[in-house]
T-cell receptor, first 113, second 116 residues
Framework: EPEVTQTPSHQVTQMGQEVILRCVPI?????FYWYRQILGQKVEFLVS????????KSEIFDDQFSVERPDGSNFTLKIRSTKLEDSAMYFC???????????FGPGTRLTVL | AQTVTQSQPEMSVQEAETVTLSCTYD???????LFWYKQPPSRQMILVIR??????QNATENRFSVNFQKAAKSFSLKISDSQLGDTAMYFC?????????????FGSGTKLNVKP
């Protein structure tokens, strides 16, 4: 069964460094999402992406964040200059048109030191 | 604003017994969907069950069923005949029917431990 995959599973970085989190959505899906979960808190929506552009973003998704679909398979989240409070689990999700179920990846645990 | 609340951070149940996980939500929308997702340890979230708000009948999927109380804005998940493989984090989530991009609003999760 097709799955959403994410790499790396765990990323450790120094404050101020740039990180890129990678996701490979399910191949026939058209809608893509990033969510994050700070330890002990709710899973929060960051951004949705459709037709090669951001369709919606939350207040969390400020200028330090960007998303890209550089080729036909990858979907990336870039954090330009990481802060301590960016430490969280980041989940990628995708869905096909006309279906509301989102399929989630296993997450990338980002630790900012 | 939309909020989803799961008031039980952690629960335990003996194998073969029944457990109910609570979820309450708040939304001003009338047409929305509710979901329960399961996240086993070190695995991705998978959909357990979904409910359309316009349907009065409670959704069921094998051992999993919901008690949807629209007026009370409550959406609890009942797991019957609990199995060791049900050990996981369970997230309640909501999205709007008219939102083309269908972002989810999640609760903080309930960690369920099924004991042998």
């Amino acid at each position: 069964e097709p799955e959403v995959t994410q790499t790396p599973s765990h990323q450790v970085t120094q404050m101020g460094q740039e990180v890129i989190l990678r996701c490979v959505p399910i191949s026939n899906h058209l809608y893509f999402y990033w969510y994050r979960q700070i330890l002990g808190q709710k899973v929060e929506f960051l951004v949705s992406f459709y037709n090669n552009e951001i369709s919606e973003k939350s207040e969390i998704f400020d200028d330090q964040f960007s998303v890209e679909r550089p080729d036909g398979s990858n979907f990336t989240l870039k954090i330009r200059s990481t802060k301590l409070e960016d430490s969280a689990m980041y989940f990628c999700a995708s869905r096909e048109a006309g279906v509301d179920e989102q399929f989630f990846g296993p997450g990338t645990r980002l630790t900012v030191l | 604003a939309q909020t989803v609340t799961q008031s039980q951070p952690e629960m335990s149940v003996q194998e073969a017994e029944t457990v109910t996980l609570s979820c309450t939500y708040d939304t001003s929308e009338n047409n929305y969907y509710l979901f329960w997702y399961k996240q086993p340890p070190s695995r991705q979230m998978i959909l357990v069950i979904r409910q359309e708000a316009y349907k009065q009948q409670n959704a069921t999927e094998n051992r999993f069923s919901v008690n949807f109380q629209k007026a009370a804005k409550s959406f609890s998940l009942k797991i019957s005949d609990s199995q060791l493989g049900d050990t996981a984090m369970y997230f309640c989530a909501l999205n709007w029917a008219h939102d083309n991009f269908n972002k989810f609003y999640f609760g903080s999760g309930t960690k369920l431990n099924v004991k042998p």
